[in-house]
């Protein structure tokens, strides 16, 4: 797997033009609030599937009073270098996100290439991941899917786009009962499919964490929960049709669907009843990072691939302890990273060749 080389921003956010050389590991954005710490970030982010980092409108990316925006990078994979470029272009007055590799812009490079960048992004909320609501964990399991299952997004969007509509057919006087019974059983089989590959994630989290809460000692163990009031293990296809069927009703009027994995939770228990919580801020902090390391070695181990790491203001409420795991997570497996704080001192604990850039442009 590669890793990026630099990166050229143009009228990209605050950027007009702006380049920056990367190192193959660490590497940490530096400067004052506001100075584009996270929008650098960003702009490395855009280069996987999606709408990158923050998900914003892509409309928002171009640098007030422009009208495109530019992001070039090379890319190393195994000593061959890619030109990455990524450009904004109208269609029917939407922006949309045009990514070309080596000038060729064909779907099978492009997925080539979305194989080779697998992201796993700390943003300053996901220290809040256990606070949070139910919609955050779910993004967060969600996002570590998508570090191995690149089609997992597909999935997703079908059964948001079936769910609304089913909506939107709920709404309407007259029922097209054949079209309604068609959706409800895509429905069912995305649904099926959300649940499975999350249980799968469920699983492969869980082993992890507990494997390195013990390698540092922590003398506690990590069990999660799927909350969720209609999912059953024997559940099926079948089931859920039925379900929708019977729900119909209530679910025009009250808008939405009453049931499937859009509504599920997942709880981090400690020692089995104790919620992960009302743990401190800085032990929900050291799950975190413990739960990013163990992502990355599962994907390092058994899916043969390489993150690339982007952790936004995560050095905010490191003990010893969480300033080792994030150490560990730097230095055990060659990750290339990107980490941003408002001083360099707060990074005073990496190794000297990290490559400290000093995030200036206006
Ligand atoms: N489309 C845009 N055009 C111009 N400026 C923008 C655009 N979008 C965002 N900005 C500005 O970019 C600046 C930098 O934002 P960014 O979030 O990257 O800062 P930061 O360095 O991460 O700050 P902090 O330390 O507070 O997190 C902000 O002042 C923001 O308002
Ligand atoms: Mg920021």
Redesign the pocket.
């Known amino acids: 797997m590669g890793y990026f080389k630099n990166i050229t921003l143009n009228n990209f956010?605050?950027f007009e033009n702006y380049s920056l050389n990367f190192s193959k590991e660490c590497n940490v954005f530096f400067?004052i609030?506001?100075?584009?710490?996270?929008?650098v970030l960003e702009g490395i982010s855009l280069f996987s599937k999606g709408k990158g980092l923050r998900k914003d409108r892509l409309n928002?990316?171009?640098?007030?009073n422009h009208k495109h925006f530019s992001i070039k990078s090379d890319f190393d994979n195994q000593n061959i270098i890619y030109n990455f470029l990524i450009k904004s272009e109208y269609r029917n007055d939407n922006v949309k996100k045009i990514f070309s590799v080596n000038e060729d812009r064909t779907k099978d490079i492009i997925d080539t290439i979305y194989n080779l960048t697998t992201f796993l992004y700390f943003l300053p909320e996901t220290e809040r991941l256990f606070l949070a609501s139910p919609n955050t964990r779910r993004n967060f399991i969600d996002q570590l899917i998508f570090t191995y299952n690149t089609k997992y997004n597909k999935t997703l969007n079908l059964y948001n786009k079936y769910l609304l509509e089913r909506s939107k057919l709920l709404k309407t006087n007259i029922l097209d009962e054949k079209w309604l019974s068609q959706l409800e059983k895509y429905i069912s089989l995305y649904a099926l499919e959300i649940y499975s590959f999350r249980e799968k994630q469920i699983g492969i989290l869980s082993e992890y964490l507990n494997k390195y809460l013990n390698y540092y000692n922590l003398n506690f163990k990590i069990s999660i929960k799927l909350n969720d009031s209609f999912f059953t293990k024997n559940i099926t296809e079948d089931l859920i049709v039925k379900e929708l069927k019977k729900n119909r009703n209530k679910d025009a009027l009250i808008g939405g669907c009453s049931v499937g994995p859009h509504k599920s939770d997942y709880i981090f228990y400690v020692n089995k009843d104790f919620l992960a919580s009302q743990l401190s801020t800085g032990q929900q902090k050291t799950l975190i990072l413990l739960a990013f390391l163990s992502q990355s070695k599962y994907l390092i181990d058994i899916e043969k691939r390489k993150p690339i790491l982007l952790f936004d203001?995560v050095c905010s409420h490191l003990d010893e302890l969480n300033r080792s795991i994030l150490l560990g997570l730097v230095e055990s497996f060659n990750l290339q990273i990107f980490m941003?704080g408002?001083s360099k001192d707060l990074f005073s604990f990496l190794s000297t060749n990290t490559n400290f850039c000093n995030?200036t442009e206006k």
């Open positions: 956010r605050n400067g609030n506001g100075c584009g710490k996270t929008n928002n990316l171009i640098k007030k203001e941003t408002t995030i």
